[in-house]
């Protein structure tokens, strides 16, 4: 970056430090003296562009980041156009440069997303309710209703090593989530507006998978280092619901502390299902049915099945489904959280039901 320039270097720190104070002239005259020196360097035209946005310079900035641009592709330049976009409420492209830093590097894809997810949120919150055709907009009203609703089927059927309950809550939520999709398919035109509905659902998903509740460890202690971690992952996740940083938590404990920690690659599990990306997922899961003691295994199983039901939408595949479904069966051997099981056993026997002439129960 500083072309093994000490005094370059030190001139950068200085800057990046304003623009932390939020002295963006200040900045903005630094980066200035580094550019003079190298005027090809993306990161000190970066620097000058965010120094210019945080100054409410929207110009000004863009035209800087299309000349760091010009130079050589980079992902801090498109994402920073997508923060302009966004201060001009113009989502769309906002959206569009979040998505070309993305595909120009994978790695930043969880970042990206949750700041994309904010900008759809906002485009949705700034649309007019008859953009897009009626049929889209059945369809999302019955999932919102859905979503909501507080139906109950009859515990008709009992197995043999079941405990005999009279009624369970229906769980609505994945029927929701296809019906939402299904809109999107009808008319692109609502999509802004149904991921949002999207990603609050997906919020109400996190509250449903298994944690293990570190606080009750005995090598839990609210001075350690890593138990603060764990505790603030949580609070974000449930809380604050601001993914991006809960990740950033995750990645801390797993690249700096311990790369096996099982409570962390539970949350990072769970944290990449939210954002759909369900083979990942499946995989933080599989590390800790084999390398988890029975607790954790079985809080991983219960996991895994979630992504693997949410798999079976993506990919059309039933067997996907069929293989949450032989979990929750074996877990339902296990009385003491049969009411917990009990309703996405029979969500997924309903919607199999549903391709199937021979009854499933």
């Not at 906002?122 to 953009?131: F, I, T, Y």
């Not at 609505?172 to 296809?178: K, L």
């Not at 090598?219 to 991006?244: A, V």
């Not at 084999?290 to 993506?314: C, H, P, Q, V, W």
């Amino acid at each position: 970056m500083f072309s093994n320039n000490v005094d370059n270097e030190l001139l950068f720190n200085k800057a990046t430090q304003c623009l932390q104070k939020g002295k963006n002239e200040e900045a903005v005259s630094l980066f200035d003296q580094l550019i003079m020196k190298e005027p090809e360097n993306v990161h000190f035209l970066n620097g000058k562009g965010s120094g210019l946005m945080q100054a409410g310079r929207l110009d000004d900035a863009e035209e800087v980041f299309d000349k760091s641009l010009s130079i050589k592709d980079n992902p801090m330049a498109l994402l920073n156009k997508a923060f302009i976009y966004g201060y001009k409420n113009d989502y769309d492209n906002a959206i569009f440069y979040c998505d070309k830093a993305i595909d120009l590097d994978p790695n930043l894809k969880l970042m990206v997303l949750d700041i994309k997810n904010g900008f759809i949120e906002k485009k949705a919150e700034n649309s007019g309710p008859d953009e897009f055709n009626s049929e889209a907009q059945e369809l999302i009203d019955k999932a919102n209703r859905l979503k909501e609703e507080e139906s109950y089927w009859e515990g008709e059927h009992v197995f043999e090593l079941e405990p005999v309950y009279p009624k369970f809550k229906k769980v609505t939520f994945w029927e929701a989530w296809e019906l939402y999709e299904d809109a999107i398919r009808k008319d692109a035109n609502c999509e802004s507006v149904v991921v949002s509905y999207i990603n609050k659902l997906k919020s109400s998903f996190i509250r449903e998978f298994m944690f293990f509740d570190i606080t009750q460890r005995d090598d839990f202690h609210i001075e350690s280092n890593l138990s603060r971690l764990k505790l603030n992952i949580i609070k974000e996740m449930f809380l604050g619901k601001n993914f991006i940083r809960a990740q950033a938590l995750v990645d801390e404990i797993l690249e700096t502390i311990d790369e096996n920690d099982l409570d962390a690659i539970n949350y990072k599990g769970v944290l990449l299902f939210y954002y759909d990306e369900v083979d990942e997922a499946i995989e933080c899961f599989d590390k800790l049915i084999e390398t988890g003691d029975e607790i954790y295994s079985f809080y991983a199983k219960f996991n895994k099945a979630f992504a693997l039901r949410r798999k079976s939408m993506i990919s059309g595949d039933l067997d996907y489904m069929v293989q949450a479904l032989d979990i929750y069966d074996e877990m339902l051997k296990n009385s003491s959280i049969f009411n917990k099981i009990k309703p996405y056993q029979r969500e997924i026997l309903d919607k199999l039901q549903g391709f199937m002439k021979v009854p499933l129960f």
